[in-house]
Nanobody, 128 residues
Framework: QVQLVESGGGLVQAGDSLRLSCAAS????????MGWFHQAPGKERQFVAA????????HYADSVKGRFTISRDNAKNTMYLQMNSLKPEDTAVYYC?????????????????????WGQGTQVTVSS
């Protein structure tokens, strides 16, 4: 069982930056592919970014390419999402997710149904 806890959300102005963290407790996530999703009110949960368990492969939604960077530190059991040049449309609850993927060090996953474990979410609000 993996427990994930997000942190780092908040209220910022357009153009500002935030760094979200996703800390895993109770178990190492070094063999887990991980990802970030967000969900705005009245909308479905949407893919933001994903990273393989080795960190060698990453993938981004078109809407965040060039602005967001996903990374992970397996020694700290933590994944990050650096968000720069934030826009009002980035406003949402951000969730981290993990999927056990021991045989595929370069694979990442972009669908919410691909993941087995989820955090509780952290709110990001970007004012114009």
């Amino acid at each position: 069982q993996v427990q994930l806890v997000e942190s780092g959300g908040g209220l910022v102005q357009a153009g500002d930056s935030l760094r979200l963290s996703c800390a895993a407790s109770r178990r190492t996530v070094s063999r887990y592919a991980m990802g970030w999703f967000h969900q705005a009110p009245g909308k479905e949960r949407q893919f933001v970014a994903a990273i393989s368990w080795s960190g060698s492969s990453t993938h981004y939604a078109d809407s965040v390419k060039g602005r967001f960077t996903i990374s992970r530190d397996n020694a700290k059991n933590t994944m990050y999402l650096q968000m720069n040049s934030l826009k009002p449309e980035d406003t949402a609850v951000y969730y981290c997710a993990a999927k056990f993927s021991p045989d595929s060090s370069n694979w990442y996953y972009t669908g919410p149904n691909d993941y087995n474990y989820w955090g509780q979410g952290t709110q990001v609000t970007v004012s114009s």
